[in-house]
């Protein structure tokens, strides 16, 4: 049965239909081969919904409407001419300066795609006029942008809590600590850079431009202290912050900074919609393909197979990354989440890891494979919105993913870079 499902769904992505057919169609072939027949097809469709049931999923569209409005609007030009204002002027100031704000809008967004769109747009140009290469910009805006996947909030992060049963908000402070580490190495990596191909520094800002570009910046600053400080000091949950987040997102764009009007609620909508549709439908397929394949017993066959409980907790961690890293590879990291975590769960537990330094691991594993060729996600948003060739885009990508995978492999070393929050805002 196993067989047939994979080949099923090789074949049907090889034939170019979209990730929710392969999905169901393998579905529905182990439903029939364990039950005999599709007399009880009901009992599929109810473990489709109870995959779109959960209360927390409600964060997902509300984060993807903030990021969307946020995108259309003023937060990302504000937060980045402040970052530019304080480090433009330092070698490799620019680049840093990038990567600081595609870290700062993905703790506005949540989402990587409106990261590159509002981050990647405005600064590739300022970057190539700076004298770096197009590879290196482009390469920089991408895995840049993955680290709003660590920076709550995050929707990969939501799935994953919401399959996994894991506290998203223990998930969203534990994501903080890896995203800075990454945004770190990030930074040293763009300062050797431009020191050795000897890129030439911006304008240094004078304390009266920093001062007015902070003050600019503030009201967007809000977003994280709504996410952050409202779940951290027990007056939100996730959800509730979703919500906090899009009546903020609504009040800033269209009252105070007066970007948008009335006439753009339909496109902010329609877009919205479009977005969560696919998700939705997305959890739904990956529940029904879980269960099914947990109740044929699939996972664990696997993982006896192999031997990953005999690993220990480092072999489990190990090939959980390698697992999830060449998966989004080549396949949607939203549906990566829905069909392997059902499959490492027996392991987790087996070996007592904490799962929320596991889902935190995860997550960063998505963010890589989401980045990385063939068909990383986000290589793909930026063809689509910088009008660039595919091997222009993955170029300077090779760099950037060997920092990743040094960040994760220091997770796996030292937890406590990713714990150390959680354990202090919730133990």
Not at 124 to 143: C, E, H, Q, V, W
Request: include cysteine; charge should be neutral.
């Amino acid at each position: 049965m196993t067989t047939v499902m994979v080949v099923t769904m090789i074949a049907l992505l090889l034939l170019g239909f979209p990730m929710m057919i392969p999905l169901i169609s393998a579905a529905v072939i182990g439903f029939y081969m364990m039950f005999n027949g599709l007399g009880q097809m009901d009992t599929l469709i109810q473990q489709m919904m109870a995959g779109i049931r959960p209360a927390s999923l409600i964060a997902v569209p509300m984060f993807i409407l903030a990021a969307d409005i946020m995108t259309r609007g003023q937060s990302a030009e504000r937060l980045i001419n402040m970052v530019m204002s304080f480090i433009g002027h330092v070698k490799g100031g620019l680049a840093v300066s990038t990567a600081a704000s595609c870290t700062l809008f993905g703790a506005v967004s949540g989402s990587t795609q409106a990261t590159v769109v509002a981050v990647g747009s405005p600064l590739r140009p300022k970057m190539l006029k700076a004298g770096y290469s197009d590879s290196f910009t482009l390469a920089l805006i991408i895995n840049s942008s993955d680290i709003a996947f660590l920076i709550p909030p995050s929707i990969g992060m939501i799935i994953y809590g919401v399959i996994s049963g894991t506290s998203i908000g223990e998930l969203f402070i534990a994501g903080i600590g890896p995203g800075l580490l990454i945004l770190v190495m990030f930074a040293v990596y763009c300062v050797i850079y431009a020191v050795v191909r000897d890129v030439p520094t911006e304008p240094k800002s004078s304390w009266r431009e920093r001062l007015s570009a902070v003050r600019m910046a503030l009201w967007p600053l809000g977003f994280p202290v709504i996410i952050v400080g409202g779940i951290y000091g027990g007056i939100f949950s996730p959800t509730e912050a979703a919500a906090a987040c899009v009546l903020y997102a609504i009040l800033l764009e269209f009252v105070v900074f007066r970007s948008l009007k009335m006439g753009d609620i339909y496109a902010i909508a329609k877009s919205t919609g479009l977005i969560t549709a696919v998700v939705f439908i997305l959890v739904a397929v990956g529940n029904g393909f879980s269960w099914i394949i947990s109740f044929a017993q699939i996972p664990q066959t696997i993982l006896e197979a192999v031997g990953i409980n005999e690993a220990g907790p480092t072999g489990v961690l190990i090939a959980i990354c390698i697992a999830f890293f060449v998966a989004c590879m080549f396949v949607d990291p939203i549906v990566v989440i829905l069909v392997l975590t059902p499959i490492f769960s027996p392991a987790v537990e087996a070996t007592g890891l904490d799962p929320v330094l596991v889902g935190i691991l995860i997550t960063l594993q998505v963010a890589i494979g989401s980045a990385t060729p063939p068909f990383g996600c986000d290589i793909f948003t930026a063809i689509a919105i910088f009008k660039r060739p595919y091997l222009d885009v993955i170029k300077g990508t090779p760099p950037f993913v060997l920092l990743l995978i040094l960040a994760a492999a220091l997770l796996i070393m030292f937890p406590p870079i990713a714990l150390f929050l959680r354990d202090l805002a919730f133990r």
